[in-house]
């Protein structure tokens, strides 16, 4: 691995230079290596982190079938990594022109890492050198615990797409050591509303009883309010007390902190050491975390900047049209398919049109007459600044989910494609299924990273419960085994994961002498199971 | 195809069933639809969408950067990284290395087949809710993906043959290099078969002859150097270099520091060439490609294939023979592995036909006289031949020479849970007790995992 000529770094420098004059903000220095194929050997399986600590899955091929996205949240695949400063790796026989369209889709990134607020928790250090230390920490820990350091780190692995990354972001925020909860927010946002069916009018009533109140005594309505319903029932304080102590537990969506935090295990003296792998898992997780959140923004915007700086230069000259062909392959819509560049360039342009135009506030979008809204125009001239609100703001959650709208799909005609067996010709069909903004969204919003939520705590007999939230989705069940024995050997005792397992009904049989191409259309059913490990034996009973 | 209309008629008159009629109406209509089956068996793989998370720069940017998946492979080598996963046993945790194949299809039959170690990291996902599977039938409808461009709603924009569904896993891992780099590859894969999950040995059966193959052995000798000291031996010759040299008298006293030592009188064992004597097998891989095969049928047995022809070539270090036979309604033989393994399905089935070859080939070559003979038949079970009356024969001409016959019933599943015709007519020709030696059955429901796919093997061998 070396830098790259001076030369190339001289043109690198020239685009930092239009970059800033174009708004963008990054810090100035920044790392470009030639990589060879030999270099790419040992980074590759490092996710290209250089320095990241060594794991023997490293030297297998992972198994890609089934989820690989949802399994590793890290593209192992990146040009720039988020350090500082960044580091970006490049081949050696780059003609000039398409260095300077990949520099200024590079500076894009450089320029998302460093202001979406995403990524906020990675800017206070540099991920190759905390990298470095945590590699030393296990290579010494290896010399003295041998092969049982791997099992560690192998069992928190298997738990690390659950960090609690939004914890952390709120943490951040400066918002968390909030006022803990109020009697008053306990009585109407907890109390009122347990029960299975709690009854709407009676909430209803109660907010107009607390309303009414303060109206008549503008001085201490609202005590008399509180001292009125603490009379009424007297549990209340007691539930709100127990309440209260139960916020003090940490990583409730985080098991790895959980376990760190609680596990009786883990706390023995001899088993001390493996507390420092799960932190040193955790924060490596956590690192990645915001990159996979905001694949579509961050392709997006580079691919948007790299497409107007260098339209805008003069370097281009002369090789407009291998800009044309490499800038096709990058960001061009597939027929069938999703390119996470394409959208995002095409959504940030769409929004700085609109944006131009005034077409962001409340005038625009209570105007329901679609010739009005055609010719609306405001001439505000914002659509840079919007866009760079955005690119610091929003995840690709919120991207999409925002801005995904009928005028956009209807410009670009985009729409959502289905797939369905012909029977009469033995084929899948691919056909256009919907042009509507909302399935259109909703399509997106689906293929996004989303990790299950879990939450932890210690039953009764001081086993260990994983709840899983149900979301319409399964858990994938041959995963489920593996978790949770490693889960077992890192708490030191029982483990249960609760969750939901979809149950096919077979519909009617009557209809089965229609012959071998008519299959009842199968519906499923929801249960509730309780899976157990057990001394490493995992059963599984229905719960509830 | 009018061929096979004929076949069908000719089969009618013999009577047929309603489901036996239904089952050859399938696999005709299939044919139908599909053109000329002898076309239709070369039909390319299926274009695959991208997700989301797959586009990476270097890719798109054209900066030639090779994939890193290469670059994971075998960073260490496959015995430090198999002993670890024997470790994990011993250290009461399951085993997490699996063998792996990543097959690159090509359209000119240049499949390639790269045998890995590969694992799996198991976390807590979300799966994919599976409401109508592939094969299944029912209005297969998915989630959906992106599109873009011209088209009214509903309008069909692209279509993709179902029987295209098939065949191994898709992926990189693809090094240069013809098509021996399979063997080299299979080689390994049979190495690590036969370690890791033990694997019985077949019985031989055949021929002493002598192959070309070495053991070596510390049993020369040789003097000045070598591996261990004959002590025996040198001290015979230190006392006759003496007694040359007039040092020791006979009658006298001998004084065992004054001999002299001259470097050729030590005498050393050394490793040397033995020649080993091994028996001959040639192995028959028979594989149904008929059109209900399509999808996962054809990929079990395919796969099942590869495991014992990869165990085959380590056991006996590249010394059977094997050949490759491939069956609808009617039989070929196919030169190689590679297109035995990546032959397209179509057509209908006559199991009958494919059994015939067999015993030509082994009659008019006459390799009953000189080999074990050992053959392995993949199927759904369908077959036109409903009670096995032409197929039992060929059989039982088999079972003459065979060592052992393994035959895969892999479940189309088409018509659910049922029984399939060559199970039943194998049961109730009584042949699978009678034979019980020679002959062995192994069904495998559809969705069966690699793991089954093993047992399997150890079902047709042990």
Same mark, same amino acid.
């Given at each position: ?34 990589? @060879? ?17 060594? =794991? ?15 399994? =590793? ?5 990146? @040009? ?41 928790? @990675? ?108 009379? *009424? ?28 935090? =609680? ?128 690119? *610091? ?12 709208? *009928? ?138 | ?41 070369? !039909? ?25 998946? !290469? ?30 194949? !990543? ?25 994919? +809710? ?71 040995? !077949? ?7 002598? +192959? ?32 040359? +040299? ?152 088999? +079972? ?63």
């Amino acid at each position: 691995m070396e830098l790259i000529s001076q030369h190339a770094k001289g043109i690198m420098e020239g685009c930092k230079d239009r970059a800033r004059q174009a708004g963008l903000r990054f810090a100035d220095e920044t790392l470009e290596y030639i990589v @060879t194929n030999r270099d790419l050997l040992e980074l590759g399986p490092k996710v290209m982190i250089p320095t990241l600590y060594d =794991y023997w899955v490293q030297d297998v091929e992972v198994l890609r079938e089934q989820g690989r996205y949802e399994l =590793y949240p890290n593209n192992p695949y990146e @040009t720039v990594i988020n350090t500082r400063p960044p580091i970006s790796y490049y081949n050696d026989n780059n003609p000039d022109w398409l260095n300077v369209m990949i520099f200024y889709h590079v500076i894009g990134h450089i320029d998302f890492f460093q202001n979406n607020l995403f990524f906020r928790h @990675t800017w206070e250090y540099d991920f190759t050198g905390r990298a470095l230390a945590d590699k030393r920490l296990f290579a010494k820990l290896r010399s003295e615990k041998g092969r049982w350091v791997d099992y560690v780190i192998e069992f928190a692995r298997t738990l690390d797409n659950l960090v609690g990354y939004f914890d952390l972001l709120a943490a951040g925020e400066g918002t968390k050591p909030a006022n803990p909860m109020s009697l008053l927010d306990y009585y109407f946002d907890v109390f009122l509303q347990r029960g299975p069916n709690p009854a709407v009018s009676r909430y209803s009533r109660e907010i107009e009883r607390y309303n009414q109140m303060i109206r008549d005594f503008p001085g201490d309505g609202e005590t008399r309010f509180v001292k009125s319903v603490i009379e *009424q029932y007297a549990e209340l304080e007691a539930l709100y007390a127990r309440k209260l102590k139960e916020k003090e537990t940490v990583g409730r969506t985080d098991p790895l902190r959980f376990l760190m935090a =609680y596990s009786p295990f883990l706390h023995r003296e001899e088993n001390r050491w493996m507390l420092m792998i799960l932190e040193v898992i955790r924060s490596t997780s956590l690192y990645f975390q915001p990159q996979i959140r905001t694949k579509i923004l961050n392709e997006g915007w580079a691919s948007y900047w790299h497409d107007t700086l260098f339209l805008g230069d003069d370097r281009i000259r002369g090789h407009e049209v291998d800009y044309a062909i490499v800038n096709a392959k990058v960001t061009s819509m597939p027929r069938v398919g999703l390119n996470p560049y394409a959208l995002g360039m095409r959504l940030f342009q769409y929004l700085e049109e609109q944006a131009d135009r005034g077409r962001t506030g409340l005038a625009y979008f209570q105007t329901t007459d679609r010739a009005a809204r055609q010719r609306f125009d405001r001439a505000t001239g914002q659509g840079r600044d919007y866009i760079f609100h955005i690119r *610091q703001s929003h995840c690709d959650t919120m991207f999409v989910n925002s801005f995904i709208d *009928q005028d956009f799909i209807d410009q670009h005609r985009l729409f959502v494609v289905g797939k369905r067996l012909n029977k009469e010709r033995m084929t899948w069909q691919y056909y256009v299924k919907s042009r509507k903004a909302a399935d259109y969204r909703q399509m997106v919003a689906d293929s996004l990273y989303h990790p299950p939520r879990v939450e932890v705590s210690v039953a009764e007999n001081g086993a260990l419960v994983l709840d899983h939230l149900f979301e319409g989705k399964p858990l994938v069940r041959d995963f489920i085994g593996g978790v949770l024995l490693g889960l077992e050997f890192l708490w030191g005792g029982e483990v249960h994961l609760l969750t939901s397992v979809p149950i096919p009904i077979k519909a009617g049989r009557g209809d089965d002498d229609q012959g071998r191409e008519e299959t009842p259309k199968r519906t499923i059913e929801w249960k509730r199971f309780r899976y157990t490990m057990k001394n490493r034996t995992l059963s599984r009973t229905l719960a509830e | 195809m009018h061929r096979l209309q004929q076949l069908y008629r000719r089969l009618e008159a013999r009577g047929l069933t309603d489901e036996q009629r239904r089952l050859i109406e399938f696999e005709l209509a299939l044919v139908e639809r599909s053109g000329d089956p002898q076309q239709a068996h070369r !039909l390319g793989p299926a274009p695959q969408v991208r997700s989301l998370y797959s586009y990476a720069d270097p890719d798109l940017f054209g900066q030639g950067l090779p994939s890193p998946v !290469l670059s994971m492979v075998a960073a260490q080598s496959l015995d430090h990284l198999l002993e670890r996963d024997l470790q994990r046993e011993k250290d009461g945790f399951p085993r997490k290395i699996r063998i792996g194949k !990543l097959v690159k299809p090509g359209r000119d039959g240049d499949d390639k087949v790269v045998v890995i170690p590969t694992t799996v990291e198991e976390k807590l996902i979300h799966d994919r +809710l599976r409401e109508d599977e592939e094969g299944e039938g029912g209005e297969g409808q998915e989630a959906g993906e992106g599109g873009v461009g011209e088209g009214e709603e509903g309008e069909v924009i692209g279509e993709q043959p179902v029987r295209e569904e098939q065949g191994g896993g898709s992926g990189s891992g693809q090094g240069q290099g013809g098509a021996h780099e399979l063997e080299s590859t299979v080689y390994d894969l049979g190495r690590v078969l036969t370690e890791q999950f033990a694997l019985p040995n !077949l019985r031989d059966k055949g021929k002493k002859r002598s +192959l070309t193959r070495f053991a070596y052995d510390l049993t020369d000798k040789n003097r000045g150097f070598g591996q261990i000291l004959d002590k025996k031996a040198t001290l015979k010759r230190v006392l006759q270099t003496n007694i040359a +040299l007039g040092r020791v008298q006979a009658g006298t006293r001998i004084d065992a520091g004054s001999l002299m030592v001259s470097p050729k009188d030590r005498v050393y064992r050394i490793l040397s060439r033995e020649k080993d004597y091994e028996s001959q097998a040639v192995v028959f891989f028979v594989r149904d490609y008929s059109g209900s095969m399509a999808g996962k049928p054809t990929e079990l047995v395919v796969n099942q294939h590869v495991l014992i022809y990869a165990w085959l070539s380590y056991q006996y270090q590249n010394q059977v023979e094997t050949r490759f036979i491939l069956h609808d309604t009617e039989a070929r033989e196919v030169d190689t592995f590679q297109a035995y393994y990546q032959m397209q399905v179509a057509g209908g089935t006559q199991v009958a036909s494919a059994y015939r070859l067999v015993n030509r080939i082994v009659t008019e070559e006459e390799l009953a006289r000189d080999y074990s003979i050992y053959i392995f038949h993949g199927t759904d079970g369908d077959d036109w031949d409903t009670y096995g009356e032409e197929s039992l024969p060929e059989l039982e001409k088999m +079972l003459v020479y065979a060592s052992r016959i393994g035959i895969t019933v892999a479940e189309n599943g088409i018509e659910g849970a049922r029984r399939s015709e060559v199970e039943k007519y194998l049961t109730k020709s009584g042949l699978l007790e009678s034979k019980k030696e020679l002959l062995r059955l192994d069904v495998m429901p559809k969705d069966s995992t690699e793991a089954r796919v093993i047992e399997g093997i150890k079902r047709l061998i042990s």
